[in-house]
């Protein structure tokens, strides 16, 4: 039967899936054995001892309570026979997550990772027809491309080489670059999941299932507000929001893991905003929703947009909220950056992630605008080697 979520103008038609979050206890228990017994067997590789590997699995997961607020993998999405609990990590079982898992037990044995990042962003285009407030690509958007199809699977190659376990497209709109992403998965090695963040322009059922079947793994796509008209003016186009909606029945339909991204901008967070937004990401059926907290970069440069203390009280409680409560457990995932950040540092500049810009020249994170060093200059392990010196603007570097 097709519904209609007549407030925010979307039909759910016959095809469009079930939610993807899991709301069985017993299916997350059942997946969640299966993932400790795999962490116990890398752990014991390591510690040859299952006593030690236990008491490893136990500082694991409180680790990962520390840094994220809830309980390891007390949310679960299920999308084309793999399990995602965090936006950041590769869905499991996976070559990618093993890989994962495996530099994350090295960290807790000796502080350092065995090689390899956890996301690298890489920006693939500088063209983009949308005029987004908080764009931090706004003063290099729709000049000359800098970077050729050879020269994005030659990054891609090597970062993958270096033990990259998910790497992000960016832009600009790189949906526009979609033979170039084709090209890209064609040429890449197993062992990373791919995923494109988009405008959701260009993405719909035909070009997911395309992307899909050349080994896309997920697509992030922006909605900014819950209501068309105002997601329309925050993105300068009036038809931003049914790209956007398109976008995520489309890949959904695909079978591609689909999340949403939230500027949660000052005047968002206030009244029943935060709310009516995760009740459409419900209906939408969508795996995660990431918050993401404007800074005075790109188009908002010398603007006065960072949230106060009193914003991120209301918008870190809604983060752990909605991962945390029972009455919660059939929404989307929250990812939030900053909780973390704030909690225990930076996992940019290299630690976890980095982002390469349209140019190839690296930063700490897309949201901490500063050129380090180019990419096709150094290969990974001394570029990653040379940022660690740099630290975010805002965050301390994590020691995690
Ligand atoms: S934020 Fe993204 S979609 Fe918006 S103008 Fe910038 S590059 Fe384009």
């Known amino acids: 039967m097709e519904t209609q979520n007549i407030q925010y103008g979307f039909k759910r038609g016959n095809d469009l899936p079930e939610s993807s979050v899991l709301v069985s206890e017993s299916e997350k228990k059942r997946i969640r054995t299966k993932v400790f017994l795999q962490l116990i067997r890398l752990m014991n590789q390591y510690t040859k001892n299952p006593i030690k590997s236990l008491r490893l699995l136990l500082r694991f997961k409180k680790k990962y309570q520390t840094v994220f607020g809830d309980a390891m993998m007390s949310k679960i999405a299920h999308v084309d026979n793999r399990y995602y609990y965090r936006l950041g990590s590769p869905g499991f079982p996976s070559l990618a997550s093993e890989k994962m898992f495996k530099n994350e037990i090295s960290r807790l044995i000796s502080h350092e990772s065995e090689k390899g ?9 500088k063209k983009c027809p949308l005029k987004c407030e908080h764009c931090f ?20 190659r090597s970062y993958q080489k270096y033990g990259t376990t998910q790497i992000m497209f960016s832009g600009g709109e790189p949906m526009l670059r979609k033979k ?3 090209k890209i998965l064609d040429r890449s090695e197993p062992g990373t999941d791919f995923w494109v963040i988009t405008s959701g322009l260009g993405l719909n059922k035909e070009s997911a299932q395309l992307l899909k079947k050349h080994g896309l793994t997920g697509v992030m796509v922006s909605l900014d507000h819950h209501e068309a008209e105002k997601h329309n003016t925050f993105r300068g186009n009036s038809n931003a929001y049914q790209w956007a909606i398109d976008a995520v029945s489309g890949s959904r339909e695909a079978g591609l893991v689909t999340a949403l991204s939230l500027c949660a901008t000052r005047s968002y967070i206030q009244g029943n905003n935060l709310p009516n937004y995760m009740d459409l990401a419900k209906d939408l059926g969508v795996s995660f929703v990431q918050l993401l907290e404007p800074r005075a970069e790109g188009r908002y440069q010398g603007q006065d947009v960072m949230l106060n203390e009193s914003e ?10 909605y991962n945390n409560e029972e009455k919660y457990s059939s929404y989307p995932i929250i990812n939030s950056l900053g909780y973390h950040q704030r909690k225990v540092g930076c996992f940019g500049g290299g630690n976890r992630f980095f982002y390469i810009d349209t140019d190839g020249d690296a930063h700490l994170c897309p949201y901490c605008v500063g050129k380090t060093h180019s990419v096709l200059e150094y290969p990974p392990e001394e570029l990653i080697g040379k940022m660690k010196d740099t630290s975010c603007h805002v965050f301390e570097n994590s020691v995690l």
């Open 180 to 182: 170039d992403i084709v």
């Open 117 to 125: 990042l956890r996301t690298l962003i890489m920006a693939i285009t």
């Open 137 to 156: 690509e706004w003063n290099n958007l729709n000049q000359k491309e800098q970077l050729s199809t050879q020269d994005l699977i030659g990054i891609v």
């Open 312 to 321: 991120i009280k209301t918008l870190d409680g809604i983060y752990l909220k």
